[in-house]
């Protein structure tokens, strides 16, 4: 159901926020990032944008959501985010696929490649 879905997806959530540095982080928001693109989530991005925080300059500390352009282009979640949807891109047009190394797997929605550029765009 809906509201099952909206539960787990709020998990998720929380658990990737919950993840330190970028290894451990890689495969959580690899997956999350593919189902969000297929069921054409367009509110992803500020699902990503959320995980971008950066020490608060008057209480070293605390953290704060990237408001910084250079904060937040730089920051190693952006770099994954980016490095995982180029790819995600890359294998869609050529395969229609997230991960072009398994044919045997059904090919994916036409919009999961338009909201995968819509997050490609988004991120640049």
Avoid: M
Wanted: glycine share 4%; net charge negative; hydrophobic share 45%.
């Amino acid at each position: 159901t809906l509201i099952a879905q909206h539960k787990r997806s709020a998990a998720n959530k929380i658990l990737l926020g919950l993840q330190q540095g970028t290894e451990e982080l890689r495969g959580p928001l690899d997956a999350f990032l593919k189902t969000n693109l297929r069921n054409a989530i367009p509110s992803l991005f500020q699902e990503v944008a959320a995980l971008i925080c950066v020490p608060d300059e008057t209480n070293p500390a605390r953290v704060r959501f990237a408001q910084d352009v250079a904060d937040f282009k730089n920051h190693e979640v952006t770099i994954l985010v980016q490095g995982l949807v180029d790819g995600y891109v890359n294998n869609l047009r050529t395969s229609q696929q997230f991960d072009a190394s398994n044919p045997a797997a059904n090919p994916e929605p036409p919009t999961a490649l338009l909201w995968a550029l819509y997050l490609q765009t988004h991120l640049l």
